[in-house]
């Protein structure tokens, strides 16, 4: 399966606010939910949030819970994620996929860079 398509990264300050976006196609998806990742350089990709499109429940990993928000707008086939009060070790390139919990399922895309400066 193609992988999804993000935008939306760009340059912010510590504390500030940034919007991500993703396309995906309900009528591709199955029995999964998407979410996002995201991979600083020399790191590990890490989960970043989650969300089921049936619910649609939420789970977020423990770095971002409480700053970071993922929504989905089913008319728009878009999913989001909002992101509050960044900082430095934000910065990263950062991936949507389709998830199994915290499992991505496709092959990745390009992703979309954010650099927080302080």
């Known amino acids: 399966q193609e992988p999804l398509v993000e935008s939306g990264g760009g340059t912010v300050q510590a504390g500030e606010s940034l919007r991500l976006s993703c396309v995906v196609s309900?009528?591709?998806?199955?029995?999964?939910?998407t979410g996002w990742f995201r991979q600083a350089p020399g790191k590990l990709r890490e989960f970043v949030a989650g969300?089921?499109?049936?619910?649609?429940?939420?789970w977020y990993g423990p770095r971002v819970k409480g700053r970071f928000r993922i929504s989905i707008d089913i008319s728009k086939n878009m999913m989001y994620l909002q992101m509050n009060n960044v900082t430095p070790e934000d910065t990263a390139v950062y991936y949507c996929?389709?998830?199994?919990?915290?499992?991505?399922?496709?092959?990745w895309g390009q992703g979309t860079q954010v650099t927080v400066s302080s």
């Open positions: 309900r009528r591709t998806l199955s029995r999964y939910g």
């Open positions: 996929n389709e998830v199994s919990g915290e499992r991505a399922i496709r092959a």
């Open positions: 969300i089921s499109w049936s619910d649609p429940s939420t």
